[in-house]
């Protein structure tokens, strides 16, 4: 016996679309992956039209406060480990799992920096963020008067107090979350 022909519904259409374009946006996105520096200097340039669009039109501090705010979300998960070696020594878990820590003594084994935030998922919500941004630039229900300065210095202080916190974890714990001059090895 032939099997029933699946009923046409219009959700069905609807969803047939959506996973197309969700298999088209995601091959996008996988043909994007080793192309590092173009990637960032697109999101670069996506940011200072976004940064341009709220100084011409002198409005949306809030929506670039949300923005620099979840910015430094992203990049704070960017610089920490996977395996924060902070909450393994005070829950007492130094013997737990091996390989997942950072070598906190001289004599212990290399084990590499592994991200808490990849890199590549690090762009892609940035970047996803910032074009949210951008058009909540255009919607004035978005436009909340504010005093624009006392944003500006809030998320300076937020910034420095942050990044010093993230500096003091991360020499204490003796990591370096960035591969500067690693010897490459085969490149001619």
Partial sequence: MDAPEPEQTP???????????ARQYQANLD???????????GTVVLLLIFFLRIVVAQGWYIVAYTLGIYLLNLFLAFLQPKFDPSLTQ????????????LPV????????FI???????????????????FVCSWFTFFDIPVFWP????????????????????????????????????GQN
């Fill in 31 to 41: 043909k994007l992956t080793p192309h590092t520096t173009y990637r960032w200097a």
């Fill in 105 to 112: 003594k001289q004599d212990d084994e290399f084990r590499p």
């Fill in 11 to 21: 959700f069905n259409a609807v969803q047939a679309q959506t996973s197309k374009l």
């Fill in 115 to 133: 991200r808490r935030l990849p890199e590549f998922k690090f762009w892609h919500s940035a970047t996803r963020a910032i074009a949210i941004g």
């Fill in 90 to 101: 005070d829950e007492g878990l130094e013997d737990g799992e091996a390989g997942s820590s």
């Fill in 150 to 185: 006392v944003l500006v210095m809030y998320w300076l202080v937020l910034f420095f107090l942050t990044m010093r916190r993230q500096i003091q974890h991360m020499i204490k714990y003796r990591y370096v979350p960035f591969t500067v001059g690693k010897t490459r090895y």
